[in-house]
C-alpha cells in the first residue's frame, strides 16, 4: 500500500503542467516541466473571436498540447484571465472579450479534460504569483504587483496570500478615485484606467489634439496608440509631455495610496505600458513621495518587472504545479 502511494506521488511529480494566459488580444500557453522551466512556449491571436469562439480556441490549444507526441501526460491547468475569476462558480469576466461577461469556463474545461484539474486566476493576481516564483518578488510576501497595459490592475500579496475580496475582485485598482470631479467617462474603465492605462494614454492624447487647434505635432492622426504617445515624448512633443507627466501624477498617486494602505515591500511595475516606460520608475517614486504614509514609502522599493509579458504565463504555470505538489 505505501509503496503504491509512493509510486503515484512519484508519477505526478513527474508530470508537465500547462500554464495559460489569456490577454485581450492574445493567448499564451506554456508547458511546464516540473522543475518550473517552460519547455514549449506558443502564442495564438484572438482576432476578432468573441464568447464561446475564444472558450474553442483556448481547449483547442490545450488538446494539442496534451496530445503532443513528446508530451502524453499533463498533471494540472493553470490558466490567468483578464477580469474577474469567481472562485465560487468558476465562471470569467473579462470586459475586453464580447460574450465573456460570465463565461463558464471552468466547467467547460473539466467537461473536455475531466481527469486534469484546472485553476483559474486573475491575471494580476497571477502576475504577482510568477514575480514571487521566478521575478522580483523572489522572498517578498507582502508585495503588489501594478499592470499597466490595456487596463489596469494590482495582483496584491498579503502575508503571502493573494488578496481576492469578498467576491474576487480585489485588485481592481482602475477605479480608484485620484480626480474629481466624476466624470460619465469614468463608468467604463474608471479614473485611474481612464487617464494612466494605455489605452487611456492614448484617448487623452487624442483629447488634447481636438482642444488645440493650433497643434501640429507628431499626434495629429485618426487613430493614436500608447506607444505612439511614447515615441512622441522622445521628441519633446508637447502633447506627449503632458500626457505622460500627468501619468507619472497619477502612477505616483497610486502607488502612494497602496504604500499607506498594504505597507508592503515592494511595488512591481509590469503590463505593456512597463516596458518603454520602466525609465519614469524615477520619477513615480518621488511623486509617490509626496503622498504617502512617511515612513512606509521609505521602506519601500519600486522594481520593473524581470518577466515582463510572461509574469501572468508564470504564475498560472505556479499555480498548476502547486496543485500537483510539485513546488
Not at 508547458?31 to 482576432?47: A, D, N, V
Not at 504617445?229 to 508637447?238: K, M, P, T
Not at 511595475?269 to 517614486?285: D, T
Request: proline letters at 4%; charged letters at 20%; a negative charge.
Amino acid at each position: 500500500m505505501f509503496l503504491t502511494t509512493l509510486l503515484k506521488i512519484s508519477a505526478t511529480l513527474a508530470m508537465a503542467v500547462i500554464g495559460i494566459d489569456l490577454g485581450a488580444t492574445k493567448l499564451s500557453l506554456a508547458l511546464f516541466s516540473p522543475e518550473g522551466e517552460i519547455m514549449r512556449k506558443e502564442t495564438k491571436l484572438l482576432g476578432k473571436k468573441t464568447g464561446q469562439e475564444v472558450g474553442l480556441l483556448i481547449t483547442s490549444a490545450i488538446e494539442e498540447i496534451i496530445s503532443s507526441k513528446e508530451e502524453e501526460k499533463v498533471g494540472a491547468i493553470g490558466l490567468a484571465v483578464p477580469g474577474i475569476s469567481r472562485i465560487r462558480t468558476g465562471t470569467v469576466w473579462a470586459p475586453n472579450i464580447p460574450g465573456w461577461e460570465d463565461y463558464p469556463l471552468r466547467s467547460e474545461l473539466r467537461r473536455l479534460f475531466p481527469s486534469t484539474p484546472v485553476i483559474i486566476e486573475s491575471d494580476r493576481a497571477c502576475c504577482i504569483l510568477g514575480e514571487q516564483w521566478k521575478g522580483n518578488a523572489k522572498g517578498c510576501k507582502d508585495v503588489i504587483y501594478l499592470a499597466v497595459g490595456t487596463g489596469i490592475g494590482a495582483g496584491i500579496l498579503i502575508s503571502g496570500d493573494i488578496l481576492h475580496g469578498a467576491n474576487d475582485i480585489g485588485g481592481a485598482i482602475g477605479w480608484m478615485a485620484l480626480d474629481k470631479p466624476f466624470h460619465e467617462k469614468y463608468i467604463a474603465c474608471g479614473c485611474f484606467e481612464y487617464h494612466a492605462s494605455g489605452n487611456g494614454m492614448a484617448k487623452v492624447a487624442m483629447e488634447l489634439v481636438e482642444s488645440k487647434p493650433g497643434y501640429n505635432g507628431i499626434l495629429k492622426k485618426n487613430s493614436v496608440t500608447a506607444q505612439d504617445v511614447l515615441n512622441a515624448y522622445e521628441s519633446n512633443d508637447e502633447i506627449a509631455t503632458i500626457v505622460i507627466r500627468e501619468c507619472i501624477e497619477y502612477w505616483g498617486m497610486a502607488v502612494a495610496n497602496l504604500v499607506s494602505l498594504f505597507n508592503p515591500e515592494k511595488i512591481i511595475f509590469g503590463g505593456g505600458v512597463f516596458g518603454p516606460a520602466v525609465k519614469f520608475i524615477p520619477s513615480i517614486f518621488e511623486e509617490a513621495r509626496k503622498w504617502a504614509q512617511p515612513i512606509s514609502i521609505t521602506q519601500i522599493t519600486i522594481e520593473p518587472s524581470a518577466l515582463r509579458e510572461d509574469s501572468a504565463l508564470y504564475g498560472a504555470g505556479y499555480m498548476a504545479l502547486q496543485k500537483i505538489g510539485a513546488i
